[in-house]
Nanobody, 125 residues
């Protein structure tokens, strides 16, 4: 099993920044995919960004490209999401997810086997 715990969410004004963290523990493999998704009230969970752990390749949703950056710290088993230039439409619960069976980035939530409980990001206008 893999446990994921997010942190770093909060209330921020439009244009502000946050750093979200996701610490992974438990069983891990040498290569897996870590992703960030978000879900706003009344909307479906959507892909934000993901990273392939062993080579650092990344993929971003068009809506966050240039504003969000995903990165990882191998020693800490932690993945980060730096979110800059926040907009009110970025308001959502942000979830960290892990796939231990994939070697390519998939944008579909069902491709990820493990999920964190989420962290709320609220952007005021």
């Amino acid at each position: 099993q893999v446990q994921l715990v997010e942190s770093g969410g909060g209330l921020v004004q439009a244009g502000g920044s946050l750093t979200l963290s996701c610490a992974a523990s438990g069983r891990t493999f040498s290569n897996y995919v870590m992703g960030w998704f978000r879900q706003a009230p009344g909307k479906e969970r959507e892909f934000v960004a993901a990273i392939i752990w062993n080579n650092g390749n990344t993929l971003y949703a068009d809506s966050v490209k240039g504003r969000f950056t995903i990165s990882r710290d191998n020693a800490k088993n932690t993945v980060y999401l730096q979110v800059n230039s926040l907009k009110p439409e970025d308001t959502a619960v942000y979830y960290c997810a892990a796939s231990l069976t994939r070697t390519l980035i998939i944008r579909i939530p069902s491709a990820y086997e493990y999920w964190g409980p989420g962290t709320q990001v609220t952007v005021s206008s």
